[in-house]
């Protein structure tokens, strides 16, 4: 079976929407012809000279930095960026990235180094509030004739109200007693004109989109037999989702924190900037946040997630100093490329396991950390 780059991308937005990917961020197919039959995917975190040599013509790049991001107005072939790009142009190879949708997509970047820790992820740190679009109506119907509740929701039903998932006609009743003084100029349905009335009345509750607001009450209007209805509209808030930036999660169990860092140590690839962590050696380790990449934004979110430590990557000295004199969670700042890189096994199976042997699919080895050599000076 031959795939075709489309197929490939259609796989991975759906893995990682391009919908989740930051405003400032470039994500999706860099170059390649998306008709054009792809051979192998490669997957790193970076795509460098060193990776790009990995990728068979004909293959695939799938990268989560973007090679082009900033400031980018020429890819002429005597540039870095520009010659690899030809490169992988004249050999048929193409160049696809998953940015900060896949750090914000669920699973995602933060997910695949939870695992790699062996953290069970619970929650996320940092989630990205789901827009509803919905609102709640309430609307007050006189319930001595049953007929007319009936009617005011099959109007509503009719208008694009009352669905929920693969659900239609969905709502909720309760009676209770409706008063309202009729004044000159009303033509009351019940009632006269200069006399309190109360009457037996059944509230009926449905949510419906926001963009058939006016359809709805339209419908509502026509349907209902009082003159002046009485109903509310609430525009229902945005709730947290499962997408976003970070992940909590719980460790299998407790252990010091100098046998925690000893843990992401053994379990993040090897770098000259190697592990490094701010706290009591001795505390009890036991719920951790992570976010894979550059981390420090989120040092406001940990410090009231209830977690005794945060692994992240690129902690600066002015947040690390300040979290550490406000807050007792343990930092542990690993490098930015070992953060991320258990995502690429992460996104190698999501390929595999929608296609099989029709596609071969690589997890670089290349250490494309930019920093190579390391000196550590311990004084006494």
Not at 7 to 22: G, Q, T
Not at 49 to 72: I, K, M, T, Y
Request: with cysteine; proline share 7%; aromatic share 6%.
């Amino acid at each position: 079976m031959s795939v075709r780059l489309s197929d490939v991308i259609d796989i991975l937005e759906a893995a990682y929407p391009p919908s989740l990917a930051m405003d400032w961020d470039s994500v999706g197919l860099v170059c390649g012809d998306p008709s054009e039959i792809v051979e192998t995917v490669t997957v790193a975190v970076d795509a460098t000279a060193a990776v790009v040599a990995e990728v068979p013509h004909g293959g695939l790049l799938l990268a989560h930095h973007p090679l082009l991001l900033r400031g980018v107005d020429t890819v002429a072939a005597d540039t870095a960026k520009g010659a690899l790009l030809h490169q992988m142009i004249r050999t048929g190879r193409a160049l696809f990235t998953a940015h900060t949708n896949a750090d914000a997509a669920s699973p995602g970047v933060s997910d695949a180094l939870a695992d790699a820790l062996g953290l069970t992820v619970e929650e996320v740190l940092a989630p990205i509030p789901t827009g509803t679009g919905l609102d709640k109506w309430v609307v007050f119907v006189p319930s001595e004739n049953p007929e007319n509740a009936g009617a005011v929701r099959e109007a509503m039903f009719g208008a694009g109200a009352g669905r929920i998932g693969d659900y239609s006609h969905c709502s909720w009743s309760a009676t209770g007693i409706g008063q309202f003084l009729p004044h000159d100029g009303a033509t009351p349905a019940i009632g006269t004109v200069g006399n309190i009335e109360q009457v037996p009345e059944e509230r009926v509750e449905m949510i419906a989109p926001s963009e058939v607001r006016g359809h709805v009450l339209a419908s509502m209007r026509a349907a209902h037999p009082y003159e002046e209805p009485a109903f509310d509209v609430f525009e229902l808030a945005p709730l947290p989702g499962n997408v976003g930036l970070g992940r909590v999660g719980t460790l299998a169990r407790p252990e010091t924190l100098s046998a925690f860092v000893s843990r992401v140590h053994d379990a993040l690839p090897g770098t000259s900037w190697g592990i490094r962590a701010s706290g009591d050696p001795e505390t009890t380790v036991s719920r951790v946040a992570v976010c894979g990449g550059a981390g420090d934004s989120l040092l406001g979110a940990v410090g009231s997630a209830g977690v005794q430590a945060y692994v992240t990557a690129d902690l600066r000295h002015h947040p690390a100093d300040e979290h550490r004199r406000a807050s007792e969670v343990a930092l542990v700042d690993v490098a930015h490329w070992a953060s991320e890189y258990p995502w690429c096994a992460q996104a190698a199976e999501v390929l595999r396991g929608h296609f099989g042997e029709a596609l071969p699919v690589l997890v670089s080895a290349v250490r494309t950390d930019p920093w190579n050599v390391e000196r550590t000076k311990h004084e006494s």
